[in-house]
């Protein structure tokens, strides 16, 4: 079973800055798409950005030229740089991703376990 655990977030005032973290681990395999969607109270979920494999990235309309993703495949870790943040940016942030075993099979989505993002002055 491939897990993903979330690092960073917090609160930070409005135009600052954060960086996430989301690792995966759980055996031998291969990632297609890292992303991250959001909920803020009351509200859906949302994609926020999503990365594949070969490194092409697609943003919410919302978090374009703030946000930036990344990922690195040699620690199968997915990175979330948002800058000049605002408080409707404030929501629980998590973490995704799909791919496939060494065996064949395919996996995911699978999700991390939510972090916290408060954007506040």
């Known amino acids: 079973q491939v897990q993903l655990v979330q690092s960073g977030g917090g609160l930070v005032q409005p135009g600052g800055s954060l960086r996430l973290s989301c690792a995966t681990s759980?055996?031998?395999?291969?990632?297609?798409?890292m992303g991250w969607y959001r909920q803020a109270p009351g509200k859906q979920r949302e994609l926020v950005a999503v990365i594949t494999s070969g490194g092409s990235t697609n943003y919410a309309d919302s978090v374009k030229g703030r946000f930036t993703i990344s990922r690195d495949n040699a620690k199968n870790t997915v990175y979330l740089q948002m800058n000049s943040l605002k408080p409707e940016d404030t929501a629980v942030y998590y973490c995704?991703?799909?791919?496939?075993?060494?065996?064949?099979?395919?996996?995911?989505?699978?999700w991390g376990q939510g972090t916290q993002v408060t954007v506040s002055s």
């Open positions: 759980g055996g031998m395999f291969s990632i297609y798409r």
């Open positions: 995704y991703a799909d791919g496939k075993y060494y065996s064949g099979k395919y996996w995911g989505p699978n």
